[in-house]
């Protein structure tokens, strides 16, 4: 008789006490998982802001400054220890953050590495010509205008995701294809020769450097057909053996566990192995 694979996540676990745009206080999200019956889970707020110039329009509203989110950040690490130890009889909790790639950011995330010892940390790119592409569509189009159109910040994305692997080394990367996020036509784009083959160096660079490949459901929660790995890029870490693990992306209780039986569905229907590396476990 064949078990059914665990849920997991390997990048999850937003909660409104430390992020702005999420809802709910940590423990809840904590608890959450626990009756969801996750052995593990990875929590990986995001990093605070390098400088006030990358400060986003909810943050500047609510008052903050980069000052402040820095603060914050050190409490979400102090709480989220104690929650680690708290529930350390019911899951396995792995405390990380999720970084950032524009100008100041990769030496902010190595002095926070150093400060506050995460035990991972998830490697992401949000951001291309210094513009926050996935806040809006509005500046997705004018990320894509300074990119000299689409195709164009495709190519920036994972040029930059590229360098971002190498300066930072992370232990698992964030929504590979987050680029996608408001392209409708994504799917050919993604597959046009100039742009696949930045994928592959990327994915070479996954693999060469022993990390995990985020299989993120939170278009899932939008209505959006597939999670960020689209299953040509799926197919292709599979087939070179990149591990590839779950992450809800939660942002709150209510996005906690919500489409991981169809992301494991996805996952067996590829041919991903299903017993899910830690991102503690370095290949």
């Known amino acids: ?61 609510a008052g903050l400054d980069a000052d402040a989110l820095l603060k914050r950040f050190a409490a979400y690490m ?52 210094e513009i926050p592409f996935d806040y809006s569509p509005e500046k997705y189009r004018e990320a894509a205008d300074r990119c000299g159109g689409l195709d164009g910040l495709y190519a920036a994305y994972f040029d930059q995701q590229f360098e971002m692997l190498q300066a930072l080394k992370p232990h698992v990367v964030g929504h590979l294809d987050l680029i996608r996020i408001y392209d409708p036509e994504y799917s050919v784009r993604l597959v046009k020769p100039n742009i696949w083959e930045k994928i592959l160096r990327n ?10 490949l985020d299989f993120n459901l939170r278009p899932l929660s939008r209505g959006e057909k597939e999670p960020y790995l689209s299953a040509p890029i799926l197919k292709q870490a599979i087939d070179m053996g990149i591990d590839v693990v779950p992450g809800d992306d939660s942002h709150g209780v209510d996005t906690i566990g919500t489409h991981m039986s169809a992301a494991i569905e996805i996952l067996q229907a590829a041919g991903a192995p299903t017993d899910w590396r830690k991102p503690v476990d370095r290949s």
């Open 78 to 129: 102090t709480v989220c220890r104690r929650l680690q130890a708290k529930y350390a009889d019911r899951i396995e909790i792995l405390v990380g953050f999720e970084s950032e790639y524009y100008e100041g950011s990769i030496d902010l995330a190595h002095r926070l590495i150093g400060q506050f010892s995460p035990d991972y940390v998830v490697g992401s790119v949000h951001h291309v010509k």
């Open 203 to 212: 994915l070479e660079g996954v693999k060469r450097l022993g990390l995990i």
């Open 1 to 61: 008789m064949t078990t059914a694979p665990l849920p997991v996540s390997v990048h999850g676990g937003h909660s409104g006490q430390f992020c702005n745009h999420a809802k709910n206080a940590l423990e809840e999200i904590v608890r959450a998982y626990i009756d969801l019956g996750y052995p593990w889970v990875g929590i990986t707020e995001h990093m605070p802001p390098a400088s006030e110039a990358y400060l986003y329009p909810e943050e500047k509203q």
